[in-house]
């Protein structure tokens, strides 16, 4: 069984930062594509950022692009979502997703990720 732990969230205030991780309970972490995804109350989950198992190369949606950055460390299976410029817009709670079985096109589709953590509350404050 996969299991997911999100970290990192918090209030902060509009322009500041935040890191997220995802520690996984997983030996063979780069065999698996790993995403962000958040969600704004009422509202349907979105996608953040994922990158592919064995491929180095993030993905964003244009809402984070040059604001956040996600990276991982297979040594210690743990994704992270470096979060920038944060403003009130990016209040959610924010998830991460794995998955070993994702081509490119299907990244940002929650539905696609078989393993999902818990989630951790960010919330920002203007």
């Known amino acids: 069984q996969v299991q997911l732990v999100e970290s990192g969230g918090g209030l902060v205030p509009a322009g500041g930062s935040l890191r997220l991780s995802c520690k996984a309970s997983l030996r063979t972490f780069s065999a698996y594509t790993v995403g962000w995804f958040r969600q704004r109350p009422g509202s349907e989950r979105e996608f953040v950022a994922a990158m592919k198992r064995y491929n180095s190369n993030p993905y964003y949606s244009d809402a984070v692009k040059g604001r956040f950055t996600m990276s991982r460390d297979n040594s210690k299976a743990t994704a992270y979502l470096q979060m920038n410029s944060l403003s009130a817009d990016d209040t959610a709670v924010y998830f991460c997703?794995?998955?070993?079985?994702?081509?490119?096109?299907?990244?940002?589709?929650?539905?696609?990720?078989?393993?999902w953590g818990q989630g951790t509350q960010v919330t920002v404050s203007s």
């Open positions: 997703a794995a998955d070993q079985q994702l081509i490119t096109s299907s990244l940002g589709v929650s539905a696609q990720y078989d393993y």
